[in-house]
């Protein structure tokens, strides 16, 4: 087994007065040779929105685009026609293929918003631009991992182009759950959105990021109340589409 721990305060940071993001890998003008992506995952910001702010109508082309509010409402609203309201509890997907433009607004006026911005590198370019999102409150389950990000179509969860899977756990203090990786040469990233735990020895806790690969799998301990993001994808950027 291989590892990375990427803690917290080591993070790329960035505040605009209505933007204040923290970067895990290279962003903007946040630019670390030694975090530049982990395999084919590419972007992993955490950002918080201030009220009524947001980002501007802008492009993106050829990477899949994945928003996962953790508190409050952002409105998007794209080049294909979609105006939508995501918050927490919902899971937002994005192909960009040939090019869309989007923008995305704090929908509230009295707080601010908080989600994940996450890019992955997709298996096939040029596709036709698509859209969905779901809420995970009909498949969410209580201290156990559950599937919300997968390649396929006919899966739980939205799907993107990447052999990729993504999956959430919400568990209370000494509660332990494995994970088994779906493809051999895959690694997963273990992204601690509250709380702490415990991977093989190491403790991690609140938006620590650790990178696991070259095993079958693993094993987290929650050392108390916690919620973790687990995203697996393929560890060779030989699985980017050309």
């Keep these: 087994m291989k590892t990375v721990l990427h803690k917290a305060n080591t993070r790329g940071h960035a505040n605009h007065g209505w933007l204040d993001s923290h970067h895990t890998f ?14 084919v995952l590419r972007v992993l910001n955490d950002d918080q929105v201030a009220a009524g702010q947001g980002f501007g109508t802008h492009p993106h082309d050829n990477m899949e685009i994945i928003s996962i509010p953790l508190e409050g409402d952002l409105e998007h609203k794209d080049s294909m026609g979609n105006v939508a309201t995501i918050k927490e509890g919902d899971v ?18 009295d707080k601010e918003v908080k989600f994940l911005q996450i890019w992955v590198f997709p298996n096939t370019r040029n596709v036709e631009p698509r859209y969905d999102q779901i809420s995970i409150r ?5 201290n156990s991992f559950y599937q919300v990000l997968s390649p396929n ?37 273990v992204f601690v959105l509250e709380g702490e735990v415990e991977i093989n020895g190491q403790k991690l806790g609140k938006r620590d990021g650790y990178g696991i690969w070259e095993t079958e799998s693993f094993e987290l301990k929650s050392l108390t109340d916690s919620r973790v ?3 697996e994808v393929p560890m060779s950027l030989g699985k980017i589409g050309r």
């Design 26 to 39: 290279s962003f903007a003008s946040y630019q670390n040779p030694e975090r530049m992506h982990f395999g």
């Design 92 to 109: 937002q997907v994005m192909s960009a293929g040939t090019g869309i433009y989007h923008s995305e607004y704090n929908k509230n006026e």
């Design 138 to 142: 009909d498949i969410e389950k209580k």
């Design 153 to 189: 179509a006919d899966d739980q969860g939205v799907w993107i182009h990447q052999d990729a899977w993504f999956h959430l756990g919400k568990f209370d203090t000494g509660v332990s759950d494995s994970y088994t990786l779906k493809l051999k040469d895959n690694g997963v990233y």
């Design 229 to 231: 993001l687990l995203m």
